[in-house]
Nanobody
Framework: QVQLVESGGGLVKAGGSLRLSCSASGRTSNSYVMGWFRQAPGKEREFVAGIVWSGGYTYYTNSVKGRFTISRDAAKNTVYLQMNSLKPEDTAVYYC???????????????WGQGTQVTVSS
């Protein structure tokens, strides 16, 4: 089992920044892929960004490219999502997930955190 705990959400004005953290514990593995997803009220969950833990390869959904950066700190077993130039449409609950391969499909991730709320005001 792998436990994931997100933190760092909050309320920010449009144009502002937040950094989300996802701390992993339990039976973690360097072969894992870590992903960030989000779900806004009334909308389906969507992929935001992913990182291959071992090699650091990253992938982003188009709407956040150039604004969000995913990274990891192996020593801390933590993945980060730096979010800059935030927009009201970024408002959602953000979830961290761990899986076996880098994919935008949430169904293929095995472990999920509880989520952290990000609210961007206009």
């Amino acid at each position: 089992q792998v436990q994931l705990v997100e933190s760092g959400g909050g309320l920010v004005k449009a144009g502002g920044s937040l950094r989300l953290s996802c701390s992993a514990s339990g039976r973690t593995s360097n072969s894992y892929v870590m992903g960030w997803f989000r779900q806004a009220p009334g909308k389906e969950r969507e992929f935001v960004a992913g990182i291959v833990w071992s090699g650091g390869y990253t992938y982003y959904t188009n709407s956040v490219k150039g604004r969000f950066t995913i990274s990891r700190d192996a020593a801390k077993n933590t993945v980060y999502l730096q979010m800059n130039s935030l927009k009201p449409e970024d408002t959602a609950v953000y979830y961290c997930a761990a899986g076996g391969r880098l994919t935008t499909s949430g169904g293929e991730y095995d472990y999920w955190g509880q989520g952290t709320q990000v609210t961007v005001s206009s």
